[in-house]
């Protein structure tokens, strides 16, 4: 079984031979540095290290158009401002959304090829209609401006479904992914930063229009937010979502819980990184309490956000020998015992995955 038809398998419920071993988002940067200086080779392209290290190999593509926006921030104005200093500034955001995605394609091309033998799976990635506006708005006039400018936020949100599905066409004519995510970072620790009914309102039609069309090509369409997002589960539901990541075990989330609320739904990460740097006996003790989910089906454990720099080369490599290990038992095939499904019952059309 490859690794793009055993990610697919488990995403869709299906007996596999062990579940994929990935780390669902690379490395930080500072945890690389620590790595180079402990013998991970610095020649090293930035993915292949996933190949390096033990891991399953996925390519990663984000497409956004915040590299062109950000030529648009205010000089001095942190992230956190967004880039409107007016309202009437947005029009110079609206430019860049109406003139449609302006990717570099070439990569494209021998990624698609990577996907088509199996080697890989592939992840995409764009802006959601809470990140997105926030990014624009600024963290504080975002969320001041469901109240004070709802026009202003329908109208970002407008442009921005339009320029995703543009966006995603454009790709689909090269390959289409496996797996897609809408970033949104829309909960902290103590739950999601907007209502039910600000999300009914300025979220879910955006959802609606796009959502639809991701799923009619075969993608598996999630949602990406930090913090406790099980009280958003149900929401992300009604609008045609599938799952989430990364499931931050420090904001309180259960993916057991989750679990037995929503058999279906598709997960990945939760596994505790602030128990990485304490050695092999916590991470075991961390991996036997995500077992059970993990044979539940729709569940690829991965660290809960990204491996941090406290963890050291050593350390990482004792987690990916312990992740290979529970990835052939949390797929129901116990060390010792025979093989409870066989190659040969498996079906390798990927477009009936």
Not at 61 to 66: A, F, S
Not at 98 to 124: C, K, N
Not at 322 to 350: C, F, Q, W
């Amino acid at each position: 079984m490859n690794t793009r038809e055993r990610f697919r398998r488990v995403m869709r419920g299906k007996p596999v031979d062990r579940l994929p071993v990935i780390e669902w988002v690379l490395w930080w940067k500072e945890t690389l540095e620590r790595w180079y200086g402990e013998g991970l080779p610095r020649d090293l392209p930035y993915e292949d290290i996933q190949a390096y290290l033990g891991l399953d190999v996925h390519r990663w593509i984000w497409l956004h158009p915040r590299s062109i926006l950000n030529q648009l921030r205010p000089a001095g104005w942190a992230r956190s401002q967004g880039l409107l200093a007016h309202p009437k500034d947005y029009e110079r955001v609206a430019e860049v959304l109406h003139a449609g995605p302006q990717f570099d394609t070439t990569a494209w091309a021998s990624i698609a090829a990577e996907q088509a033998r199996g080697d890989v799976f592939v992840w995409l990635q764009i802006d959601g209609f809470f990140w997105f506006p926030r990014e624009v708005m600024g963290i504080e006039g975002h969320l001041y401006g469901y109240y004070d400018q709802p026009e202003l936020i329908h109208r970002i949100n407008n442009d921005l479904v339009e320029y995703n599905i543009q966006t995603v066409r454009q790709l689909c004519q090269v390959l289409t992914p496996d797996i897609m995510t809408f970033a949104e970072d829309m909960s902290y620790n103590h739950g999601p930063m907007l209502s039910k009914k600000l999300f009914d309102e300025f979220m879910a039609p955006y959802y609606r229009r796009i959502v639809p069309e991701l799923k009619a090509r075969g993608i598996i369409v999630t949602v990406d937010s930090d913090g406790d997002i099980m009280p958003v589960i149900p929401w992300l539901e009604e609008v045609g979502i599938e799952g989430i990541s990364p499931l931050e075990r420090m904001a309180g989330v259960d993916v057991a819980a989750i679990r037995a609320a929503h058999p279906r739904w598709c997960m990945i990460g939760a596994f505790d990184k602030t128990v990485m740097h304490l050695g092999e006996a916590a991470m075991r003790r961390e991996f036997e309490r995500l077992l059970p989910v993990m044979r539940s089906g729709r569940y690829i454990p991965s660290v809960d956000h990204q491996t941090p720099p406290d963890v050291s080369l050593e350390q990482y490599r004792t987690y990916v020998s312990l992740l290979k290990e529970y990835a052939v038992r949390g797929a129901g095939h116990e060390p010792g015992n025979a093989e409870t499904s066989s190659h040969a019952e498996e079906t390798h059309d990927i477009t009936m995955l």
